[in-house]
């Protein structure tokens, strides 16, 4: 089965930094491109990163530009995103995707197949 397991999520003061790490398993993690989504309460699920399948390519949502970075180590099986600068908007759930790669023009906020169970982030003021 394919695995998706997010962790780093916590509480932390706006202006400070977090960690979100995501490890794969059951996939051939180097043939996916990877992203990050968020969803805060009673809001849709929204993109916030993503990467493509050699980590040469990065995409970003206006809202975490400059501050956010997204990384894969495929040796490890795993996708971080790099968080700085918190604002107390960045508050939500965060999920890491997966999607295969196709030859064919897609949009980095889309076509995705597998998801993380989420992990929560909390920027307070």
């Known amino acids: 089965q394919v695995q998706l397991v997010e962790s780093g999520g916590g509480l932390v003061q706006a202006g400070g930094s977090l960690r979100l790490s995501c490890a794969a398993s059951?996939?051939?993690?180097?043939?996916?491109?990877m992203g990050w989504f968020r969803q805060a309460p009673g809001k849709e699920r929204e993109f916030v990163a993503a990467i493509n399948w050699n980590g040469e390519n990065q995409h970003y949502a206006d809202s975490v530009k400059g501050r956010f970075t997204i990384s894969r180590d495929n040796a490890k099986n795993t996708v971080s995103l790099q968080m700085n600068s918190l604002k107390p908007e960045d508050t939500a759930v965060y999920y890491c995707?997966?999607?295969?790669?196709?030859?064919?023009?897609?949009?980095?906020?889309?076509?995705?197949?597998?998801w993380g169970q989420g992990t929560q982030v909390t920027a307070s003021s």
């Open positions: 059951g996939l051939t993690f180097s043939r996916y491109k």
């Open positions: 995707a997966a999607g295969l790669t196709s030859l064919r023009p897609t949009s980095p906020s889309s076509g995705y197949d597998y």
